[in-house]
């Protein structure tokens, strides 16, 4: 038998705001979380959406956290919020060897790394830290979330760049669907704003060189010119609905669909025509048992680069045919900015909140339509509609694509509603 998998709590830490609530509340309004870099930045780059205010002391002993990178703090603090929302207590109302963690992350504790890098070069090997591997591998974050609950069952953590948060979700989704476990904390986080990660990317001449944050990030706009970094973290709680059921927990939305695939084409950038972004999208549908027209909202990769956004539409029409114009479409990345391997944890959670409130988030900063992207972005303002079903798309370096498709489920209030 295939398990149904339903969401049943969530949290986040994002440049718009830390807490859902909050964030969603920001999103809706179209709040920038984009924000000048200090004037001392050497880097081509001005801009980064960077998170203000993160009290690390209320999640976290400031002892341990001294022995943690600030990915794993954001992984915390989002991965507590959505057990508390959930309503989740392993060891209660929860098997601890049937409740896993999968968090992904697409560089993992590259400030910690850099930092010990200085240290070698500067004072020696003696003064590297023995907590700084433990601080700066991708998977710590899934490790210290499963310490944090006493989480015994499948630990696992995706390294897919910026698709590592999707992945992680769908792959939760799969595992639950199996039988491999009850419930799972799934989701991304990132905190990649040092010096060697922004001047990567700015290397590649992926990232926007504006010095405005109202300028910044732009998706579908004629007048875009590359992403903007940020950091953050998302976490879902995803669970069988059967174990749901039984505890008494108001389901969000249901998990309908995952669809993933590789491009097998450029380390960087996507096949101009989006042809294999296009089938990750037709992979969750058939999985999701949906046609085209049955998707209300998508919440697009939208990263604001040339190429992407070009061979996103180019995608999202070669699947959706004339209905591609009817589909409400955002690109929150105009609000958060880029949170890489967290990105689509987070647009995750917008998508289910969309859902959830009847509404579709905008696309701010959109000013200027490109005539080759002729499709309905939700520009600058969010815009209440039906969504009975969303998609969330991740295309990340690599060729890594992964698409999530949520459905609608009935007002929560009465744990005895929704599925049979």
Same mark, same amino acid.
């Given at each position: 038998?295939?398990?149904?998998?339903?969401?049943?709590?969530?949290?986040?830490?994002?440049?718009?705001?830390?807490?859902?609530?909050?964030?969603?509340?920001?999103?809706?309004?179209?709040?920038?979380?984009?924000?000048?870099?200090?004037?001392?930045?050497?880097?081509?780059?001005?801009?980064?959406?960077?998170?203000?205010?993160?009290?690390?002391?209320?999640?976290?002993?400031?002892?341990?956290?001294?022995?943690?990178?600030?990915?794993?703090?954001?992984?915390?603090?989002?991965?507590?919020?959505?057990?508390?929302?959930?309503?989740?207590?392993?060891?209660?109302?929860?098997?601890?060897?049937?409740?896993?963690?999968?968090?992904?992350?697409?560089?993992?504790?590259?400030?910690?790394?850099?930092?010990?890098?200085?240290?070698?070069?500067?004072?020696?090997?003696?003064?590297?830290?023995? +907590?700084?591997?433990?601080? +700066?591998?991708?998977?710590? *974050?899934?490790?210290?979330?499963?310490?944090? +609950?006493?989480?015994?069952?499948?630990?696992?953590?995706?390294?897919?760049?910026?698709?590592?948060?999707?992945? *992680?979700?769908?792959?939760?989704?799969?595992?639950?669907?199996?039988?491999?476990?009850?419930?799972?904390?799934?989701?991304?986080?990132?905190?990649?704003?040092?010096?060697?990660?922004?001047?990567?990317?700015?290397?590649?001449?992926?990232?926007?060189?504006?010095?405005?944050?109202?300028?910044?990030?732009?998706?579908?706009?004629?007048?875009?010119?590359?992403?903007?970094?940020?950091?953050?973290?998302?976490?879902?709680?995803?669970?069988?609905?059967?174990?749901?059921?039984?505890?008494? *927990?108001?389901?969000?939305?249901?998990?309908?669909?995952?669809?993933?695939?590789?491009?097998? +084409?450029?380390?960087?950038?996507?096949?101009?025509?989006?042809?294999?972004?296009?089938?990750?999208?037709?992979?969750?549908?058939?999985?999701?048992?949906?046609?085209? $027209?049955?998707?209300?909202?998508?919440?697009?990769?939208?990263?604001?680069?040339?190429?992407?956004?070009?061979?996103?539409?180019?995608?999202?029409?070669?699947?959706?045919?004339?209905?591609?114009?009817?589909?409400?479409?955002?690109?929150?990345?105009?609000?958060?900015?880029?949170?890489?391997?967290?990105?689509?944890?987070? $647009?995750?959670?917008?998508?289910?909140?969309?859902?959830?409130?009847?509404?579709?988030?905008?696309?701010?900063?959109?000013?200027?339509?490109? $005539?080759?992207?002729?499709?309905?972005?939700?520009?600058?303002?969010?815009?209440?509609?039906?969504?009975?079903?969303?998609?969330?798309?991740?295309?990340?370096?690599?060729?890594?694509?992964?698409?999530?498709?949520?459905?609608?489920?009935?007002?929560?209030?009465?744990?005895?509603?929704?599925?049979?």
């Amino acid at each position: 038998m295939t398990e149904r998998v339903v969401v049943t709590g969530m949290g986040c830490v994002t440049p718009i705001g830390i807490g859902k609530e909050i964030a969603w509340r920001n999103a809706l309004n179209g709040v920038c979380g984009i924000r000048k870099l200090p004037e001392s930045n050497k880097l081509p780059a001005k801009l980064a959406a960077y998170i203000r205010d993160f009290e690390t002391a209320a999640y976290i002993d400031p002892k341990e956290a001294r022995r943690m990178d600030r990915f794993v703090h954001f992984a915390i603090a989002s991965a507590d919020e959505a057990v508390r929302d959930s309503g989740l207590a392993i060891g209660d109302n929860a098997d601890p060897f049937r409740t896993g963690v999968w968090i992904g992350s697409g560089v993992g504790g590259i400030a910690t790394f850099e930092n010990g890098m200085k240290d070698v070069l500067a004072r020696g090997y003696g003064r590297v830290s023995p +907590y700084a591997l433990t601080m +700066y591998l991708p998977n710590t *974050a899934a490790s210290q979330v499963a310490i944090r +609950y006493g989480a015994r069952g499948p630990t696992e953590c995706s390294v897919t760049a910026c698709a590592s948060g999707s992945n *992680a979700i769908g792959g939760a989704f799969r595992a639950i669907q199996r039988g491999d476990a009850d419930v799972i904390i799934a989701g991304g986080t990132e905190a990649p704003l040092c010096d060697i990660g922004i001047a990567s990317f700015a290397a590649m001449r992926a990232l926007s060189l504006q010095d405005e944050p109202e300028s910044g990030s732009r998706p579908f706009d004629r007048r875009r010119d590359g992403l903007i970094m940020g950091e953050g973290a998302g976490i879902l709680v995803l669970e069988s609905w059967r174990h749901a059921r039984a505890r008494g *927990a108001m389901p969000y939305a249901e998990v309908l669909g995952y669809g993933a695939c590789g491009e097998a +084409y450029h380390i960087a950038a996507p096949r101009p025509d989006g042809s294999d972004w296009s089938r990750a999208m037709t992979l969750a549908l058939k999985d999701a048992g949906l046609r085209p $027209e049955q998707i209300d909202y998508m919440n697009a990769h939208g990263t604001g680069t040339i190429a992407g956004d070009l061979a996103e539409t180019r995608a999202i029409r070669s699947v959706f045919g004339q209905y591609a114009y009817e589909v409400s479409i955002s690109s929150t990345k105009s609000m958060s900015g880029h949170l890489l391997g967290a990105s689509g944890a987070v $647009e995750a959670i917008w998508s289910v909140l969309a859902l959830h409130d009847q509404i579709v988030p905008p696309t701010i900063h959109y000013e200027e339509p490109d $005539e080759e992207m002729d499709l309905d972005y939700t520009p600058n303002e969010a815009r209440k509609r039906p969504v009975e079903t969303a998609m969330s798309n991740t295309f990340a370096f690599g060729g890594h694509n992964a698409v999530l498709v949520f459905g609608r489920m009935p007002e929560r209030g009465d744990a005895s509603d929704g599925l049979p």
